[in-house]
């Protein structure tokens, strides 16, 4: 089995900054890209930003130039650096990532089970 625990969110104010944390374990052979998704209450889920293994990033239009991602292949985790919060940035957080387990051909994709920012103004 393989599980991705999210940390790190809570809350703060605008114009504050936040690390989250998104740690992958369990029977892990690789790991390709890794994304942060947020949704708000009553809007879709939105790809944040990505990573590939060669820490290649992507980023969405919204959080250019403040938002941050980044990755430690040692320990199997990625984060996401978040400067300059504003209201607007308040959802839950979910790690997502492709993984190949020991033993298996191809890689499966996994979700994380999320973490809440809440940003005041």
């Known amino acids: 089995q393989v599980q991705l625990v999210e940390s790190g969110g809570g809350l703060v104010q605008a114009g504050g900054s936040l690390t989250l944390s998104c740690a992958a374990s369990g029977s892990i052979f690789s790991i390709n890209a890794m994304r942060w998704y947020r949704q708000a209450p009553g809007k879709q889920r939105e790809l944040v930003a990505g990573?590939?293994?060669?820490?290649?990033?992507a980023y969405a239009d919204s959080v250019k130039g403040r938002f941050t991602i980044s990755r430690d292949n040692a320990k199997n985790t990625v984060y996401l650096q978040m400067n300059s919060l504003k209201p607007e940035d308040t959802a839950g957080y979910y790690c997502?990532?492709?993984?190949?387990?020991?033993?298996?051909?191809?890689?499966?994709?996994?979700w994380g089970q999320g973490t809440q920012v809440t940003v005041s103004s």
């Open positions: 997502n990532a492709d993984i190949q387990r020991i033993g298996f051909i191809s890689p499966a994709n996994y």
């Open positions: 990573i590939s293994s060669g820490s290649r990033t």
